[in-house]
């Protein structure tokens, strides 16, 4: 066993030298293709999450599907929203999201869910469709201070605060990439933010 180590730490050697002699050959440094970034890691997108206590706590996200049209930007997040119930039945919610392109930042244009991961009742009895009903119509066209102002649902705390949460750190990583000051603000739309997804069981 000691001497296959040994063979293979002086092929590992030999190896180094190789490139090394190899590099002060004159081979361009440009021609090896190194990444900084190991791939897939540019689709993280890490929010606060805020439990039913009000504690905030760093998560991840994942930017499943990113697609840029011509004046917006579909995306599909992978997130949770509750971490309060048994890690049995606890389940990621996919979010679909469309953000406009302007000179003064991203606009939500539409937001529904194509995955429902939270839970089918909130304590209260409050249900997907109420949430769907009376929250989610105020999130076109808001930016993200308009986002961070909005006011969430009595009875779906966690699960709209938490909406919140991920919309405004989509916002940011949005605006941080397609922001131009060369656009104008983009326009209102007047859509619809129902989602025909599959409830989650």
């Not at 001497?3 to 002060?24: D, E, F, Q």
């Not at 009742?121 to 109420?130: C, I, N, Q, V």
């Not at 779906?156 to 605060?161: F, R, S």
Request: charged share 20%; with cysteine; hydrophobic share 40%.
């Amino acid at each position: 066993m000691g001497k296959t180590r040994l063979m293979l730490a002086k092929a590992a050697s030999v190896a180094a030298l190789a490139l090394l002699l190899g590099g002060c050959a004159g081979t361009p440094a440009s021609k090896v293709a190194v990444s900084a970034v190991p791939a897939g890691t540019e689709r993280i997108l890490p929010y606060t999450h805020i439990d039913g206590f009000g504690t905030p706590s760093d998560t991840l996200a994942w930017i499943s599907w990113e697609f840029e049209a011509l004046d917006f930007v579909k995306y599909q997040i992978d997130y949770i929203s509750c971490t309060c119930r048994p890690d049995s039945i606890n389940k990621q919610s996919l979010l679909y999201v469309e953000v406009t392109k302007g000179g003064t930042g991203g606009k939500l244009r539409k937001v529904s869910f194509d995955y429902w991961g939270d839970s089918p009742y909130m304590p209260d009895g409050t249900t997907r469709e109420e949430i769907e009903t009376n929250f989610m119509p105020k999130l076109p066209n808001k930016m993200a201070e308009g986002i961070a102002e909005l006011d969430t649902m009595s009875g779906a705390t966690v699960t709209t605060v938490n909406l919140k949460q991920i919309l405004g750190a989509l916002l940011a990583y949005h605006n941080a990439k397609y922001v131009n000051p060369g656009l104008p603000e983009a326009p209102d739309y007047d859509v619809d933010a129902e989602s025909g997804a599959t409830v989650g069981e």
